[in-house]
């Protein structure tokens, strides 16, 4: 079974301030995925990363995969209240013979104004 | 695009009762998930399709699920007889080419007391 594994679980922070989530996992993944669920919505897709090393920014946001393709980092500049919400990692492989995907355990963040 | 409509939004019921959940995907897309999220074990995948055909159905906790999709643009997730541990959120969510990078509906809060 493939897990993940992000910490923190929880993070409360000041409007403006810098933080990191982190994604880890002791599976390799052929991808990972970044998504952002607001309370009574589904998750909604931020980022796709295929690629050891693989940088990519949206806005504020920085996604980073691992060499190994085992973790990956999502780091927001100048937090804003609107980023509130919970972040899940998602890594994409194959096992029996099938497609997967595994969420991760997710990381709930609020932003203070 | 209205995105993936699920329906109810919310649902609750006596143990014991069927429960039905229904989907309408993204027109277009090619494959189809049913998640679970609750507190507990996060977001799970239940059983996904491709081309209409149940393809990876291992997440399924138990034969009083089940799920079909007799068209493209229409699935049903049934829960018989419901028990108080199913209560949890139920996702639909689409795609085009596998499980990574979905889009997710707004889910159905399901209580079964």
């Known amino acids: 079974t493939q897990l993940l594994e992000q910490s923190p679980q929880f993070l409360s922070i000041q409007e403006g301030e810098n933080l990191t989530v982190y994604c880890n996992s002791s599976s390799v993944f052929s991808s990972l995925q970044w998504y952002r669920q607001e309370p009574g919505e589904g998750p909604v897709l931020l980022v796709t990363v295929v690629t050891g090393g693989e940088v990519k920014k949206l806005k504020r946001l920085t996604f980073q995969f691992g060499d190994a393709r085992k973790d990956s980092s999502l780091h927001i500049t100048a937090a804003q209240p609107g980023d509130t919400g919970l972040y899940l990692c998602?890594?994409?492989?194959?096992?029996?013979?099938?497609?997967?995907?595994?969420f991760g355990t997710g990381t709930k963040l609020q932003v203070i104004p | 695009d209205a995105g993936v409509i699920q329906s109810p939004r919310h649902e609750v019921t006596e143990m014991g009762q069927e429960v039905t959940l229904r989907c309408k995907p993204i027109s277009g897309h090619d494959y189809l998930f049913w998640y679970r999220q609750t507190m507990m074990r996060g977001l799970e995948l239940l059983i996904y399709?491709?081309?209409?055909?149940?393809?990876?159905d291992s997440g399924m906790p138990e034969d009083r699920f089940s799920a079909k999709m007799p068209n493209a643009s229409f699935s049903t997730l049934k829960i018989q007889p419901s028990e108080p541990r199913d209560s949890a959120v139920y996702f639909c969510?689409?795609?085009?080419?596998?499980?990574?990078?979905?889009?997710f509906g707004q889910g159905t809060r399901l209580t079964v007391v």
């Open positions: 969510a689409s795609s085009l080419g596998g499980p990574t990078e979905a889009f």
């Open positions: 998602a890594g994409g492989g194959r096992a029996g013979g099938y497609q997967k995907v595994t």
């Open positions: 399709f491709n081309n209409n055909v149940p393809i990876d």
